[in-house]
């Protein structure tokens, strides 16, 4: 039988894993993606290599061998990230638990480790395979020995042999030594020779093959002043070479048939993954069912509701199996509690007094899984839920926003409480969803509620450590409340102004095309990027930007380059846009009115954005395209459910530039919201050094573009489109604008390195938003990251400060006395409906307690407008 050894550079494919994934928290809030890319690396070489010999080497510490050759060896690299120093013990339990051999040797690298035993195991007949993530070992390459090379992340791998080498290079595996010797290796701090790179160390290769030979012919080179860097710099060559050379007789004390290997400890291998959370992981072995298998649970049938039945602190759930809860029926009801657990059919529980009474009784505290649905639910049947002290969604969404939440399944998966099926298993997905039979659904949903109640304190507990306790129990707990009044109370919509606006769209739309078709010559499918692209690019000449697979690319930015080019490009944007407001606004709003009222019931996301931010769905409100005249108009259509009332519209003035003048702490910046001067025209004069009187409208709205940029770190390029200028220009728009605004250039600089540190940002409430990508090598994936933490303590400060404001408001309307309802919360705008004669009074208390929701070190600036519908109302 032949003998193939695998060899593994630890320390090498750690660190690939560790920036190849996100940095990704077990529940015990351990650092897991190092592990995890590892685990999956070793899975792979298992399947694919079936290696009879395996064996991990790992560097022993930062002192080698070759520091006493030269000192400043690996000089200037990178402290070790802690998140994944934490990491390594469990990579060696990981090797442990597969039964799989790993050595590391005082004084000498993981490298010398491989070099040694692969030099052994080929005089032993055997067929070794090295892998790692650094060419170093491709020196290593031999008719016995493969050399794999990790190139993206840890799944893409690049084998050197020596045919390889010889293809890549035009050189041997022995004469990777003597290229590192003439070019260096910074990753190493190897210093080679000056102003030789790997061309050109090839090329000299090619001609002398050894650095000593290079060295006692530097007269034959051609080039003074390459012959000049090689004469200066020979003993550093020298040195290089030799410390780029992997030692092959390193005293290494563990013999091949010490890392044979037999295979895993099954056992040892599954409680590994179950503590460290790596459920997919199990999934891929023989265990998944084992390790799906679900713990038995007493509970009981309700069949007759009684007092007796509900205690002082209960879970409740409540089943809606639809995402649109305001039209769906409850599939049932369970609560746990210190007794046990209950499932109680819909019907038995909506029409007992009993259940009604506990439901709305204060002093009776329930935990619930999203309050605001629960609520909405409840109201459909005269029931008004009261007492909720805990929202298991709210609770897992703040300390973790980043996460995707299905169901209680995937919450109690995160925490370790995985004794409940995911819906989609339980129910069945699309065509195959059902609701089973009762005994099923009830033990079904008695398992909810009972991880509902066990995580209660558990979560609590992660948000006063986080600082989150207020947060949660000030601001997210009763906004869900308030959403629930929002969307049951809905907004009434005027369905023939409505219908009327999609019949002028229509015409708009035909006229277009009819102006589209005489520019293009003929008649096509302007909805077909192909026909279009060929009426555009070819029969019309224009140039094309960019193509793709399938032809060229017509899409928005690509027309917007053209706009100047050709009549035709404007109507087909104009033609666009028409088209998407009638399809998505005007037929999306039409689908979904209530039509025993004429509302639409938006359902509010409090549970979704990483931001903080609100989002609607059923309709989107909040993305209707108010700069189109046209997108303007659907908000006529919005009036509102009483006769003689009017829409009161509040909406906070430049809010993320004034959060950013106290989060930056930039004097100018406070001192010109103080002085209520106009930020963009103060920006204008900073950055072009003129007077006020001196700042035009080009200036002003220059200015205005960076002010806003700024906070969402933008960059030359993303400046230099936004405002066509070229991308210099732009970068010294930007340099301008910071060295005007020290302390915004300083709060940049110093949230980056925070982010860095910590993981995470804050916003002024302590909302989190965790960013693990900001260590990441790849530039592009950092920098998003880094523009990330720049802008998400504004825009997330902005969101809690609206949050709070509509807290503080429907307290204030409720100490008034007022009828006035809050409809919709739109961005950075609140919405009521009220009677003619409380304006007066909304007119003083609105701005009033908006403009004081929060203290910050500038004022907060309120607008408000009021009329007969939505649209006047701005």
């Known amino acids: ?51 009879t010999h395996i064996m991990v080497a790992f560097d022993a510490g930062k002192t080698t061998i070759r520091h006493s050759t030269f000192s400043e060896y690996k000089g200037g690299r990178q402290k070790t990230p802690p998140e994944l120093s934490e990491q390594f013990p469990y990579i060696r339990e990981l090797l442990d638990a597969y039964g799989i051999s790993r050595y590391e040797l005082e004084n000498y690298e993981a490298d010398d480790i491989i070099g040694t035993l692969s030099l052994e195991a080929e005089k ?99 080039g003074n002043k390459l012959k000049e860097k090689l004469e200066e710099f020979k003993d550093q060559a020298l040195m290089s070479k030799e410390l780029a050379t992997i030692i092959r007789d390193a005293p290494v004390q563990i013999d091949l048939e010490e890392v044979e290997y037999e295979g895993f400890e099954q056992d040892k291998l599954v409680k590994f993954f179950k503590e460290l959370g790596f459920n997919s992981l199990l999934e891929k072995m023989d265990v998944a069912e084992e390790a799906k298998a679900l713990e038995e649970i007493e509970f009981k049938m309700v069949k007759e509701v009684t007092e007796d039945l509900f205690a002082d602190e209960s879970a409740l759930y409540v089943e809606i199996l639809e995402d649109n809860y305001h039209y769906a029926p409850i599939v049932g009801f369970s609560i746990a509690h210190q007794e046990g657990s209950y499932f109680i059919p819909t019907e038995l529980a909506i029409t007992s007094d009993a259940f009604k009474k506990w439901a709305e009784d204060e002093s009776k505290k329930k935990w619930v899984y999203d309050a605001k649905r629960s609520e909405v639910a409840l109201r459909h049947h005269d029931i008004h839920l009261k007492g909720v002290e805990f929202d298991l969604l709210l609770a897992s969404y703040l300390l973790n926003p980043s996460e995707t939440i299905e169901d209680i399944a995937s919450i109690g998966k995160s ?35 009972i991880v509902l109640f066990d995580l ?82 070819e029969k019309l000449g224009l140039p094309p930007v960019k193509k793709t697979k399938t032809g060229y690319s017509t899409s928005a930015d690509v027309l917007e380059k053209l706009a100047a080019d050709h009549a035709i490009i404007k109507e087909i944007l104009h033609y666009r846009q028409l088209g998407k407001l009638q399809s998505t606004y005007i037929e999306g709003i039409s689908k979904v009115v209530n039509p025993e009222n004429d509302k639409v019931h938006t ?60 989060i930056a702490g930039d004097d100018k910046l406070i001192e010109a919201f103080k002085e209520g001067l106009d930020i963009h025209t103060k920006t204008a004069m900073e950055v072009f050094r003129v007077s006020k009187d001196e700042v035009t409208s080009n200036m002003r709205r220059h200015a205005k573009a960076v002010n806003f940029g700024i906070v969402y770190g933008i960059s030359d390029y993303g400046l230099s489109q936004s405002l066509n200028i070229t991308r210099k220009e732009a970068g ?126 500038v004022p907060l600036k309120v607008d408000f407008s009021y009329g007969p519908t939505w649209f006047d109302a701005k």
């Open 1 to 51: 039988m032949s003998k193939k050894l695998v060899l593994i550079d630890g320390n090498s494919i750690a660190y690939r894993a560790f920036f190849a994934l996100p940095l990704l928290n077990n529940d015990k809030g351990i650092h897991t993606n190092a592990i995890y890319g590892f685990t999956m690396m070793l899975m792979k070489i298992l399947e694919d290599e079936k290696p």
């Open 124 to 222: 032993d007949g055997f067929e070794v395979k090295v892998i790692s993530g650094d060419k170093d070992l491709t020196q290593l390459s031999s008719d016995k020995t493969t050399v794999s090379i990790t190139k993206k992340g840890i799944t893409e791998i690049e084998e050197y042999t020596p045919a390889h080498i010889k293809e890549k290079y035009g050189l041997i595996p022995e004469q990777i030594i003597e290229m590192k010797g003439l070019m260096g290796d910074a990753s190493d701090n190897i210093p080679g020779v000056p102003g030789v790179g790997e061309k050109t160390a090839i090329k000299l290769l090619k001609e002398f093959q050894t650095v000593e030979n290079l060295i006692a012919s530097i007269d034959k080179v051609s």
């Open 415 to 449: 925490y370790g409480h995985g004794n409940v099926e995911s819906d989609d298993v339980f129910y069945g997905k699309g065509a195959k969803r059902r609701i089973p039979e009762e005994e099923a659904l009830a033990e079904h949903l008695a398992r909810k509620s």
């Open 456 to 537: 209660k304190q558990l979560l609590e507990d992660k948000l006063n450590e986080n600082e989150q306790y207020e947060l949660f129990y000030e601001l997210e707990m009763p906004l869900s409340l308030i959403l629930a009044d929002m969307e049951s109370t809905g907004v009434k919509v005027d369905l023939d102004r409505l219908r009327k606006m999609g019949h002028d769209i229509n015409e708009q739309l035909v006229q277009i095309e009819k102006r589209i078709y005489e520019l293009a010559g003929e008649a096509f499918n302007i909805n077909s990027p192909k026909q279009l692209g060929i009426i555009l690019f």
């Open 603 to 662: 359902r509010y996301n409090q549970a979704l954005t990483q931001t903080g931010r609100l989002s609607s769905t059923d309709p989107n409100l909040q993305n209707i395209p108010i700069r189109l005249e046209e997108g303007r108009k659907i908000r006529q259509a919005f009036i509102p459910s009483e006769k003689d009332w009017v829409i009161f519209a509040a909406d906070y003035s430049q809010i993320e530039l004034r959060v950013l003048a106290h």
């Open 732 to 857: 010294q728009f930007i340099e301008k604008y910071l060295e005007s605004y020290p302390g915004v250039k300083d709060y940049m600089e110093d949230i980056v390195k925070d982010a860095k540190q910590k993981g995470f940002v804050s916003t002024l409430l302590q909302r989190r938003r965790y960013l693990p990508e900001i260590t990441s090598r790849n530039f592009n994936i950092r920098s998003f990251a880094e523009r990330t933490a720049m802008n998400t303590p504004i825009q997330g400060s902005a969101a809690d400060i609206i949050k709070k404001a509509m807290i503080d408001m429907a307290d204030r309307l409720e100490k008034e006395g007022l009828k006035t309802r809050l409809l919709l919360q739109v961005h950075d705008e609140l919405i009521f409906e009220a009677p003619q004669d409380e304006i007066k009074i909304l007119k003083e208390i609105v701005p009033d307690v908006m403009e004081n929701a929060i203290e910050l070190k």
